[in-house]
């Protein structure tokens, strides 16, 4: 995984004492609300409904053992003991002390971490595919072009204060992981005919009070051009945002008043004064980065040993379910990605213990070489386990909790902090997650229904993603009463969509079976081996909103 060099670790240290200084200003009255507020937000820090919220930067969702273990402390020293892991890949403290947030930003540079740009008007970070690297459809590894966008937007002078936040998503796989579709820019990395590397270039996705599918501003660009390409679209906005109200701020709404066609021209034509000029990358460039990405030394795994594996599913059902479910496929044969679920009833979905945080790592140092990944879905991924030390990993995982076959299930769930935590939320977003995992909790029938996305978030800025799951829930408020919208469809990967509304929205103790009847709509009406989003999109929403509101 990346390591920092000389300029990049001056420059957090650098980043940590301006800080400081800023909050020792503000503490001291120095420095206004209105004046403080960019500040802080620059850094990471948040004014939520209890406390301040500290997001820390996991770039593209990669973690080394050491700042796992960093974290950890850090959330025993400054906060409860624990950490909620985002569907940005990032990492959230829910109860630092104001004061205190200058010394975790000075551990976290130690471990070469921040909390740079991971909220305000700018461009957020980077996320990426979890398997990047390792999966065998990749085209090409997202993770050094990844690299070179956070070096060139970090502390970018000229998009400090953009209309809106902002954020960028690359794939390089046949199979989109990443969500490029729903993101402000959204990157695919593929190879023409001839070998040569492109990239395809979408803007104005997005979810919130305005969800939208990206559209292809350039299909073709040569892999040279990217953050000259980039620094064009940026500027457009820049230049044409709507600084006027805030719900109309981000680039897609942009590039729907001007139509795809229009904004397609500007970048172009601010683009002729940028390509071939100094931010053009070079092989060498690429080379560079690509080298902070070596691949493990991994050990020679014979076919026995593959054999043996194989036949260990076979004859343990136990083991087979958590294969079939939390086991990815490895590009190197002999290996796989085993994922470790961080879904259980008695924790918020994405919440981690500092015990559990020193586990992972210490599970990381023993079977994934130290490194792990942060996925899409709040769970975490070990990248590279040999396939004979699948059933050790599963064991440890079995006592950490963290080995719940039900990864990509309907008990996998995607769910925002909602009520209990953010002060932007209409409603609460936990319990909701809880009572439907202790409802569904059965492995057959979740198995029966297949893989199934459900997302919750506390309100319309869609942290939870609801806009895309194959079922969404959205907390929204009804005269200070807090209450369910459903929505049916969405989807976040190749064929994206976005879900639509059921119809009026429910009461608390009633989202459990409202839920409980979209399926059993959904298991009448499905035909052999079809998923719930292709039965969805086959007879449409009447038939689950003729059985909801019966």
């Not at 060099?5 to 004492?17: F, K, M, N, P, S």
């Not at 080394?64 to 850090?74: K, V, Y």
């Not at 103790?509 to 409202?514: L, T």
Request: aromatic share 8%; charged share 25%; proline share 5%.
């Amino acid at each position: 995984m990346y390591r920092y060099d000389t300029y990049d670790q001056t420059l957090v240290d650098e980043r940590v004492a301006q800080f400081r200084d800023q909050m020792d200003r503000y503490l001291a009255g120095r420095l206004g609300e209105d004046e403080f507020r960019p500040l802080r937000l620059q850094n990471g820090l948040y004014i939520q409904r209890h406390a301040p919220m500290l997001r820390i930067a996991i770039p593209y969702g990669m973690l080394s053992s050491q700042q796992l273990r960093a974290l950890a402390d850090i959330t025993r020293r400054y906060d409860r003991g624990y950490g909620h892991f985002t569907t940005r890949q990032n990492l959230q403290l829910n109860w630092p002390k104001l004061e205190d947030v200058p010394d975790i930003l000075g551990e976290l540079a130690k471990v070469q971490m921040h909390a740079i740009q991971t909220s305000g008007n700018c461009i957020r970070n980077t996320t990426s595919d979890q398997f990047a690297g390792i999966a065998g459809d990749e085209i090409e590894d997202p993770r050094p072009w990844c690299e070179l966008i956070r070096q060139w937007s970090t502390l970018h002078p000229e998009f400090a204060y953009l209309p809106r936040k902002f954020k960028i998503a690359v794939t390089g796989a046949d199979h989109d992981r990443a969500a490029i579709q729903v993101h402000d820019i959204g990157l695919r990395l593929w190879r023409n005919e001839a070998g040569e590397l492109r990239v395809r270039v979408l803007a104005g996705g997005g979810m919130g009070r305005t969800p939208m599918i990206g559209d292809v501003v350039r299909e073709d660009l040569p892999w040279q051009h990217l953050l000259t390409y980039l620094e064009a679209c940026v500027r457009v906005y820049n230049q044409f945002g709507r600084r006027d109200n805030k719900f109309k701020a981000r680039i897609k709404i942009l590039v729907k008043a001007l139509g795809i066609e229009e904004y397609r021209r500007r970048v172009e034509d601010e683009w002729a004064h940028l390509k071939d000029g100094p931010q053009t990358l070079t092989e060498s460039a690429v080379e560079s980065a690509r080298a902070h990405f070596p691949e493990p030394d991994r050990r020679p795994v014979d076919e026995a040993a593959i054999a043996g594996y194989e036949q260990l599913r076979r004859d343990d059902r136990a083991f087979a379910r958590f294969v079939t479910n939390n086991v990815t496929d490895h590009v190197v044969p002999g290996y796989k990605a085993v994922t470790l679920s961080l879904k259980r009833r008695e924790h918020a979905p994405g919440d981690v213990t500092a015990d559990q945080m020193e586990a992972i790592a210490d599970l990381a140092d023993a079977f994934s070489f130290g490194e792990m990944r942060v996925t899409h879905e709040q769970n975490v991924v070990l990248s590279d386990v040999p396939v004979d030390e699948i059933q050790a990993l599963w064991h440890n995982l079995q006592e950490l909790g963290m080995a719940n076959p039900t990864v990509g299930t309907l008990n996998d769930l995607i769910c925002c902090p909602g009520g209990d935590y953010c002060a932007l939320a209409n409603a609460v977003s936990i319990p909701i997650a809880q009572a439907i995992q202790e409802r569904f909790e059965d492995l057959d029938f979740l198995y029966d229904l297949g893989p199934l996305d459900l997302n919750i978030s506390g309100c319309m800025n869609a942290c939870g993603h609801h806009h895309v799951g194959n079922i969404g829930i959205l907390g929204v408020d009804k005269k200070g009463e807090e209450y369910y919208q459903i929505s049916l469809g969405g989807n976040a990967r190749d064929d994206a969509s976005l879900g639509k509304i059921l119809g009026p929205s429910f009461y608390r103790e009633d989202v459990p079976e409202v839920i409980d009847k979209v399926l059993q709509v959904y298991l009448a009406q499905r035909h052999e081996d079809e998923r719930f989003l292709d039965t969805y999109r086959r007879i449409g929403i009447k038939p689950f909103k003729e059985r909801v509101y019966a």
